[in-house]
T-cell receptor, first 114, second 112 residues
Framework: KAGVTQTPRYLIKTRGQQVTLSCSPI?????VSWYQQTPGQGLQFLFE???????NKGNFPGRFSGRQFSNSRSEMNVSTLELGDSALYLC???FGEGASNEQFFGPGTRLTVL | GEDVEQSLFLSVREGDSSVINCTYT??????LYWYKQEPGAGLQLLTY?????DMKQDQRLTVLLNKKDKHLSLRIADTQTGDSAIYFC????????????FGQGTELSVKP
């Protein structure tokens, strides 16, 4: 069974631009969560989607948004990029949305904002 | 609020046991997890424990949970150089869905 895939793996943008990252969950998984990883703040929860609905949201500004499609694939978008948005963005999928569902992570997208 | 704390570094000799510690503050935590991250890679789920358990063993890995002290540990027996990585403790609170709260990560260095 293929794991969680994220595209692109690396991205370089400049301040003020916007970016869209993509995540394909493990086949059969319906829940997708996104995390931001930086050296200073560590791993922080962005949002969670289940059946195309946002179920939970972390403490990030409105420039960060996401969505989930009917095939469970998810995208996250960051508008008006700032230098501090440079990070590794990780996507995780699980079968369901309850606490007992294990989350499996993808390799991440490394975003660099210049 | 929710917080998870870990020591930042641990160095051991190959063949020794490694013990990585973690403390958390959320008393409503339902599941506690250990993830491993190698350089340039995502997070690999190693093991997890439900909050009503005290111990879980999985091959070389032993997880101990002291719910009273909100203390979690991961013991790796017969540590190998391939175990060198960053280890993250994470907790999931009651009714929090998929939201995981992570510690800062412990960098394990295994010397031959």
């Amino acid at each position: 069974k293929a794991g969680v895939t994220q595209t692109p793996r690396y991205l370089i943008k400049t301040r003020g631009q916007q970016v869209t990252l993509s995540c394909s969950p493990i086949s059969g998984h319906r829940s997708v969560s996104w995390y931001q990883q930086t050296p200073g703040q560590g791993l922080q929860f962005l949002f969670e989607y289940f059946s195309e609905t946002q179920r939970n949201k972390g403490n990030f500004p409105g420039r960060f948004s996401g969505r989930q499609f009917s095939n469970s694939r998810s995208e996250m978008n960051v508008s008006t990029l700032e230098l501090g948005d440079s990070a590794l963005y990780l996507c995780a999928s699980s079968f369901g949305e309850g606490a007992s569902n294990e989350q499996f992570f993808g390799p991440g997208t490394r975003l660099t904002v210049l | 609020g929710e917080d998870v704390e870990q020591s930042l570094f641990l160095s051991v000799r190959e063949g020794d046991s490694s013990v990585i510690n973690c403390t958390y503050t959320d008393s409503s935590s339902t599941y506690l997890y250990w993830y491993k991250q190698e350089p340039g890679a995502g997070l690999q789920l190693l093991t997890y424990i439900f909050s009503n358990m005290d111990m879980k063993q999985d091959q070389r890995l032993t997880v101990l949970l002291n719910k009273k002290d909100k203390h979690l540990s991961l013991r790796i027996a017969d540590t190998q150089t391939g175990d060198s990585a960053i280890y993250f403790c994470a907790e999931r609170g009651y009714n929090q869905g998929g939201k995981l709260i992570f510690g800062q990560g412990t960098e394990l260095s295994v010397k031959p």
